[in-house]
């Protein structure tokens, strides 16, 4: 049977010569290991590959896409599983888990990640420096995808998007090169990941700057559902007149009577005001006095604390769940769209959604980074996501779309039915080079799992 035919895929023999030349192992539907290798973070979907391999470096990446593209096959990436759009069905699963090793260098204030790491590794690794990465919300996520995606987080109004800090990535790209991709070198894969995600090939290794931030007053504080319209209409005037150095986000709250939620949180809304302040602590408690004067809430955990503590702040769940997650980016938060924010998601609502968030954007967010990218998203006000559970398909990003920009942004998109998303997360212009690029470095669609743009193929 011939080497590149699509039907030589589970040939033994061509099995065995992948696994020479791996360090990792490979698994297949028979295996016991399957399953397990499987398992991500959002259980909305599950992927079904013919092949799963688990990668223990670069090299076996390269090897992998090398076995793949002779076949025709399809391959998809996984390092967490928190941002899962198409399944894989068929072709070659690349988990990436293991491959998270992280090196800070504190005379640079850069850091150096595998495809596989999580946040709180850096996150750790950092602080012993006095140095914080532009993270997300939860510490669990992966890296890569994150800042591929953009990367919004707690420091974004400070210092921007994760994205507008890479300073290179290594990159496999369809025909199994390794490439390393930075302003000097293949300049033009440089803008695209950094914002386009992963249509272009699976990057092993990121390296970014890290902050001089050591310390927020940050955390989280709870009101009860009646608080929720005026605490909404206080923060959205209170956002008008902050500083940079403050980033925050208002959620409303509708979680399960699980084990796993705090009591006080289980089936019921409230309302979730989230900050992280760069400023002194003194400072940080003059500027949200007014919103905790609100009224009484059921819990204040805002206080000054180590940025090692930052995932704090959100408190988004650790352990395994399914949702469908949707968003839009707004232009502008007004009284008729504050109003029908209420009506879809408040109070008597009838909403079903685990979590309705507004997060302010603006400051070093709408700012241009200093080597262009390819995010699209940087005149918006506010982001508007919900998380949603099965079999309740939310519909608030879509009826609050009369405020928006036109567009969503591509790290808040999960689901077996947003694998087309980023056709909305971008300008046409930026939709339309990073289509380009699709085509030049990945003509045969290889690269067509997750949340990726689309060329000609």
Known sequence: MAEDSPSSTASPEALDRLVTELRGEVFTPGDAEFASELSGFNLIARHRPALV?????????????RYA????????????GHGIAAPADGGVLIST?????????????????????RWHQVIAAAARHGLAPLNGSSDQVGVVGYTLGGGLGPLGRRYGWAADHVTSAHLVTADGASLEVSADRHRDLFWALRGGKGAFGVVTALEFRLMPVERLYGGGIHFPAESAAPLLRAWRDWTERVPDAMTSSFALLRLPDVATVPEFLRGRLTAHLRIAFTGSPEEGERLLRPLRAVGPAIEDQVRDMPYSAVADIHRDPTEPLAYHERNVVLAELDDG?????????????????LMVELRHLGGALARPPAEPNAVGVRDGAFTLSTLSPPNHPDRVPHRMAPWGTGRGYLNFFAGPDTADAAR????????????????????GNLFRFGHTVHGRA
Do not use: I, W
């Not at 971008?426 to 470095?441: G, M, Q, V, W």
């Open 53 to 65: 391999v688990q990668a223990a470096g670069a090299g076996d990446v390269s090897a992998t896409v």
């Open 69 to 80: 593209a002779a076949r025709g096959l399809p391959v998809a990436v996984q390092a967490t």
């Open 97 to 117: 888990r293991r491959m998270n090793a992280v090196t800070v260098d504190p005379a640079t204030r850069t850091a150096r990640v595998e495809a596989g790491a």
């Open 337 to 353: 769209a504050v109003a029908r924010l209420l009506a879809l998601a408040g109070q008597d609502s009838g909403c079903q959604d």
């Open 424 to 443: 909305d997360c971008f300008p046409p212009e930026t939709h339309a080079r990073l289509s380009a690029l699709k085509d030049r470095y990945d003509p």
